[in-house]
Each structure stands twice: as structure tokens, then as C-alpha cells.
């Protein structure tokens, strides 16, 4: 599954959201960095802090991860 980072942070909680590429909630494509194609959630989002120290699984499409409410 191939995964995407938001390049801009969450006001409320200044987290960078991670999502899959068919997530309704995704960013438009240029607010994002394709992370590349990954088994699990968990390997995305190793690869995301290399961009960001601050991120979040997206609550509909990377639970597995997701850390806020």
C-alpha cells in the first residue's frame, strides 16, 4: 500500500498526518510526500519522522498508528 505525509502540520495538535493514497481524507497531492509502498502502517511511519518529528496516523485509514484524538 503506498503511503503519503501531509506537509502541513495539524493546527490543533501540530502533528503531520499519515495516510494511504486512497483515503477519502487525504491531502491534495501537492501538500504531500509519498513515503513509498509499505506492508504495515508502522514502516510508514518510521519512514515519515525522517521528515518530521511530529506524526499521526490518519483515525480512518492508518488506525493501526493513530495516537490522538
Known sequence: MLFLVNKNAQIQTGDHKIHTCNCKRKPKK???????????????QCEAKKYFFNVDGCAICCKAIHLKE
Open 30 to 44: 501537492e501538500n504531500t510526500i509519498e513515503l513509498g509502498d509499505f506492508y504495515e502502517a508502522k514502516v510508514a
